[in-house]
């Protein structure tokens, strides 16, 4: 059958809480200022909010559930996205269908974790249990490890260099400088990304994200809703999402996005040409060249010469993850799988300020998520537009 | 090429000794086949019962069929790196203090890619033997062999922290009498073992070995006596901070079932043979699980034989089987806390021993020389569980199979 639009449902109010290395402060703490900010942006009280959707690593004991508690929420459509790197499309495309069905006027989508000293250790060796039975036990490299071995067989597959992801790292890095939260301030050369101290071989320092604590959420609501509050506003052209694609690879070279790629440009109604920006979920420069390919901007296997032949800054010919993304804004938990999405939302509606792309209107989202054994299982991507400027 | 492991420097008291940690140990219930197979040195993964798929890693249902019929079967060990990396940044204390550490992507020819502790001498497209081995935490893991044996490969960092090997190391044999005790010294010397102590008892009495074997290069005779505290106090004094192996030989054997016989034999069989672990664990236990971390020549195991008889008892040896039943059960205890330091108890059952206690047995029996090479090939191959001989791996089989079926069969009811 085939899908039904998103017509009349558009994204809006979108909010980073600036990013920290580490803090005392509970993943409860951070949602609740993320939701605080993106509910004044239009106007609600947390009282007339009857939608919620939630992503975060750190909220233990406690669940979505619990939150509607503790923030004082009475929703009467409630979520919970546990797709890390993923989750931002998919709450986005589950709170759609929610709204476009009249399960809910306005739903706040969030994801924000806490990152104390030592969480991270402790979220790495209870990850999944194929991590606590087979991967943490391995040198306990956690994700750097993992990915590092799909970088490792992709390098020696397609003759891809540390040069080629470094051209990623270092665009990112030039994008960072104009994002006022970003926590990596310092410009980054090629030299320095090379010459980086190893982490997991292949990858150096650069090519992995800091930890950190932090929090993203915008809100779904219905089109005339949104010109009633007189909020700048974007519309979703399609949306994908697939988990564990190609269990039979016997290490992944591609990600789900190759399975529905062509679905969502025909959703859309356009091609790859028609993009004016990309924010891919950048975890590892590695995944971000992956998904250039998975996601039609070149032939498999062309990631390194498509990073040679294009400038991936805000001012190039292939902006791409124009807040610097996580390499360079840093992670803070399920809220990187939130970064690129909130940075599309303020580009397509012209809200970008320092890292603004000229007449961007329309936009590419992808995300990824889950690094469960030996790949990550959870793919997502949206493309979404808006009136620009 | 591995390099050849040096023999350690001497040690500087001054310094700090390094304190032992884990690598992770948690792991689901699935995951513990890995730990059971390798703790007898088998290679065994997932196999579906419905549709054959082989799977990694355990899983609590069929990823090919969802069936719930999965049994742990010996699967070919062959495989092809397909992806490597070096580990140089971890959050983990263990792993922390071991860098750079390598790992790598292994697609097994069974199937499946397992993600896996790599030896030095393989990489990426190298075709490799696979192996399960128990880490430091007690926890099956799997190794990428070479595929064939290169020279030293046992002196590679990340294979000797999974083994228990002699090599540099100082061992304890606790019975000069025992027939197994000169064949062990041989075999441990071979190994590469630095130094043997060797303990006697009462060392007035006749019918030792003492003088060929304390004329042996490496090799010291002292004192000891399992069913004294007072002599295992006073060696543990002595040589239990270089005590890196403890081999238990000592053994009281007498034939006979319970009813008819004298309990002043079984007393003795119960004071030797299990009080007399028992004693020995608390003399050298402290201090060589203090020191599991202690470098090259760090403590590494501790190895009780046993009679297979531990597992179900032959009558004909009725309270001999019942101190090894004591003496099974006392090393679980042991091997339970040891485990936090990751000092191995290492259990080498045998079947009736070729030696004048069994000698109205019939053959098959274990010569002495056998069980040397058991417990040695134990130590290099870093096991929890050796069977050694064919009445050993015979038993071993039908217990696994069915425990009251053999006790029947031992009973005399079987054909």
Redesign the interface.
Same mark, same amino acid.
């Given at each position: 059958m085939r899908r039904q639009n998103y017509d009349g449902v558009v994204l809006t109010a979108p909010v980073s809480v600036p990013y920290v290395r580490y803090s005392q402060e509970t993943a409860h703490w951070w949602i609740a200022r993320a939701l605080k900010q993106t509910l004044e942006v239009a106007g609600l009280a947390p009282r007339e909010l009857d939608g919620f959707s939630v992503s975060s690593f750190t909220l233990f004991p406690d669940s979505p559930v619990g939150l509607t508690q503790h923030l004082g929420l009475s929703p009467r459509w409630l979520d919970s996205i546990p797709m890390g790197g993923a989750s931002g499309v998919v709450a986005l495309r589950r709170a759609a269908r929610a709204v476009q069905a009249g399960d809910a006027d306005v739903v706040a989508c969030i994801a924000g974790d806490a990152n104390r000293i $030592?969480s991270? @250790?402790q979220l790495? +060796? +209870?990850f999944s @249990?194929?991590a606590? $039975? %087979? *991967?943490?036990?391995? #040198? *306990? #490299? #956690?994700p750097? %490890? *993992?990915f590092?071995?799909?970088a490792? %067989?992709y390098m %020696?597959e397609y003759g891809v260099t540390r040069e080629d992801f470094g051209r990623i790292a270092v665009a990112q890095r030039a994008n960072a400088l104009h994002y006022p939260d970003a926590i990596m301030k310092k410009p980054l050369t090629l030299e320095q990304y090379l010459s980086a101290? /190893?982490? *997991?071989? /292949?990858?150096g320092l650069f090519d992995c994200v800091m930890p950190c604590a932090g929090a993203e959420g915008f809100l779904v609501m219905r089109e005339d809703e949104a010109e009633r509050r007189g909020l700048a506003y974007a519309r979703i052209a399609g949306t994908i999402e697939r988990h564990n694609a190609f /269990?039979e690879d /016997?290490?992944q070279l591609r990600g789900g996005w190759v399975m529905d790629i062509d679905e969502l440009y025909e959703m859309a109604g356009c091609g790859p040409e028609a993009i004016d920006l990309l924010q891919t979920y950048d975890d590892y420069p590695l995944i971000s060249m992956m998904q250039f390919e998975d996601l039609g901007f070149c032939a498999k296997g062309e990631g390194a010469q498509f990073v040679r032949e294009h400038d991936l800054t805000i001012g190039g010919d292939f902006p791409h993850n124009t807040s610097g993304g996580q390499l360079s804004v840093g992670q803070a938990g399920a809220a990187g799988g939130y970064l690129g999405l909130v940075e599309a939302i303020r580009q397509v509606t012209g809200k970008a300020g320092p890292t603004q792309v000229a007449k961007a209107r329309t936009a590419m989202v992808s995300g990824f998520g889950m690094i469960n054994? $030996?790949r990550g299982l959870c793919t997502s991507a949206t493309i979404i537009t808006g009136a620009g400027q | 090429m591995t390099d050849k492991l040096l023999p350690p420097a001497k040690k500087n008291p001054q310094l700090r000794q390094r304190v032992p940690t884990l690598p992770p140990q948690m792991r689901s219930r699935a995951a513990l086949g890995l730990t059971a197979a390798a703790a007898r040195g088998a290679f065994c993964l997932q196999h579906c019962d419905a549709c054959g798929t082989v799977q990694y890693p355990p899983r609590d249902a069929c990823c090919s069929c969802l069936s719930v019929d999965l049994a742990w079967r010996d699967t070919p060990r062959g495989g092809t790196v397909i992806a490597e990396t070096r580990i140089h940044a971890s959050p983990d204390p263990f792993y922390r203090e071991r860098l750079p550490w390598r790992s790598g992507l292994v697609r097994l020819d069974a199937g499946p890619t397992v993600l896996c502790h790599l030896h030095g001498d393989v990489g990426r497209v190298d075709p490799v033997r696979m192996d399960l081995k128990l880490d430091k935490a007690g926890q099956g893991v799997m190794i990428a062999l070479p595929k064939e044996r290169s020279p030293d490969m046992e002196d590679d960092p990340q294979l000797r922290s999974l083994t228990a090997h002699p090599k540099h190391r100082r061992v304890l044999i606790t019975d000069i009498r025992s027939p197994a005790t000169r064949p062990l010294i041989e075999a441990l010397l071979k190994a590469g073992a630095s130094q043997i102590f060797v303990g006697e008892s009462e060392s007035w009495r006749r019918g030792s070995d003492h003088a060929a074997i304390a004329a042996l290069e490496g090799v010291s005779v002292m004192p000891l006596d399992v069913s004294d505290p007072s002599s295992l106090k006073k060696l543990a004094a002595e040589i239990g901070g270089k005590t890196d192996i403890l081999i238990n030989t000592a053994r009281y054997v007498r034939p006979g079932g319970v009813l008819g016989a004298d309990t002043v034999f079984a007393r003795e069989e119960f004071e030797v043979n299990a009080l007399g672990l028992m004693r020995l664990a608390q003399a050298f236990g402290p201090g060589m699980t203090s020191r599991t971390a202690d470098g090259v020549n760090s403590a590494v195991a501790f190895v009780n034989i046993v009679s297979v008889h531990a597992l179900s008892a032959d009558p004909q040896y009725g309270a001999f089987s019942a101190s090894q039943a004591a003496a099974l059960s006392i090393s679980q205890t042991l091997r339970a806390e040891f485990r936090a330091s990751g000092l191995r108890m290492i259990n080498v059952f045998t079947g009736p021993t070729d030696d004048e206690w069994h000698q109205p047995l019939p053959p098959p029996k274990v010569p002495p020389k056998a069980l040397a090479k058991s417990v040695v090939e134990g130590l290099c191959e870093g096991l929890e569980d050796v069977f050694c001989g064919d009445v050993a791996k015979d038993l071993e089989e039908r217990w696994r199979r069915d425990p009251k079926v053999l006790e029947r069969e031992l009973a005399g009811g079987g054909q």
């Open positions: $030592d991270f @250790r790495l +060796s +209870s @249990r194929f606590m $039975d %087979a *991967s943490y036990p391995y #040198g *306990s #490299g #956690g750097n %490890a *993992s590092a071995l799909i490792d %067989a %020696a101290r /190893p982490i *997991s071989e /292949p990858f /269990p /016997p290490v054994y $030996d | -």
